[in-house]
């Protein structure tokens, strides 16, 4: 049977975490080493050979990288919990089959959504906007930092599993020659590849956006999926302040079945007027409802074809030959 385990590290002298590896095993059998160096900004290492075998660490550096040229590299991004999630996500995909997980590295830290202050209630997302705007260069820096990491420590293509940060997707990209998916491109490929047909009397396929953060995260999608002949509709000002943002406070207050309620009425707003499907552009909006749900057939979750997009070119890449 396969068991499945995530080693994380501990975070010290404020340097991101740090987690490399293979999280799906026949055996689970993790070791963890910490190195020590007033030079490293890593924390904590897990280490696998070709075969998935977990290593002896041999010197301070040698350890810190990896030598498969199909290594994920993960960029945490706002939420630490998104980045965990997103692994889980990662070790499936690319499991499925009896397949061993490609090598992946992360690196997270929650420097961003203290920065942000993400930590604070719903109703002031006004004020959220503003610091995200204030703080666009600490996010953009930030990120790009952990990108080098990535790079440095083995890394040979890099996904980021945030809705937020892919708004700077072109900036944190600047300089790297590696490649580097975007969830929109993932997104809208998938939904080409589906090949669906018009609702109703529509002339396009019409796909239906849902997103917390539309001030940033609507412009990419909307651009991704109109390149490839696709409608994108939202929700209207009046539908998303009275009936999606109170969903959204009603999952702070705990108030679970009136949040999932809530979304049900926005997706089916949204399903009224001939979308084919809806994506669930938040990661507030994502895990609402029960997996079992009838109504999230016809929703999608950016980050499920983000994971299929990156183990897809590192199944691609490991059969290229001289690599």
């Known amino acids: ?13 404020n340097h991101p975490s740090f987690l490399v590896g293979v999280v799906f095993r026949n055996r689970t059998n993790t070791t963890q080493y910490r190195t020590r160096s007033s030079n490293s900004s890593i924390s904590s290492v897990l280490l696998t050979d070709d075969s998935g075998n977990f290593e002896e660490p041999r010197s301070s550096n040698s350890c810190l990288m990896l030598s498969q040229q199909n290594t994920i590299g993960v960029i945490g991004g706002v939420s630490v919990l998104s980045t965990l999630v997103f692994l889980e996500k990662l070790a499936c995909w690319g499991s499925r089959n009896g397949k061993q997980c490609p090598p992946f590295v ?14 604070d ?10 610091h995200i705007k204030l703080n666009q260069e600490l996010m953009i820096q930030n990120l790009r930092h952990k990108r080098d990491i990535l790079h440095q420590s083995g890394a040979r293509g890099l996904a980021l599993p945030c809705h937020l ?5 072109s900036e944190i990209s600047q300089d790297s020659s590696l490649p580097f998916l975007h969830v929109g491109d ?4 998938e939904l080409k590849n589906a090949k ?9 396929v019409r796909i239906g956006l849902l997103t917390t953060d539309s001030s940033f995260v609507v412009c990419y999608y909307k651009e991704k999926l109109q390149s490839q002949g696709f409608e994108v509709v939202l929700l209207d000002k009046e539908t998303e302040e009275h009936i999606l943002i109170p969903a959204v406070e009603a999952l702070q207050r705990k108030d679970i079945e009136g949040a999932r309620n809530l979304l049900r009425i ?19 909006l994502v895990g609402i409802l029960p997996h079992n749900d009838p109504i999230l057939r016809k929703c999608i979750d950016p980050m499920d074809a983000l994971a299929r997009s990156i183990i897809n070119w590192a199944e691609t890449t490991s059969k290229v030959p001289g690599k």
């Open 1 to 13: 049977m396969v068991n499945r385990s995530i080693v994380m590290s501990i975070q010290t002298l």
């Open 106 to 119: 992360v690196c997270s830290d929650p420097v961003l959504s203290k920065a942000l202050s993400l930590h």
């Open 121 to 130: 209630s719903f109703p002031s997302t006004r004020n959220r906007m503003d």
């Open 165 to 169: 940060s892919h708004a700077w997707h």
């Open 186 to 189: 993932c997104v809208a490929m």
């Open 196 to 204: 669906m047909k018009p609702m109703h009397a529509a002339n396009t």
């Open 266 to 284: 926005a997706i089916h707003v949204l399903l009224v007027r001939g979308v084919n499907v809806v994506i669930l552009a938040s990661d507030d």
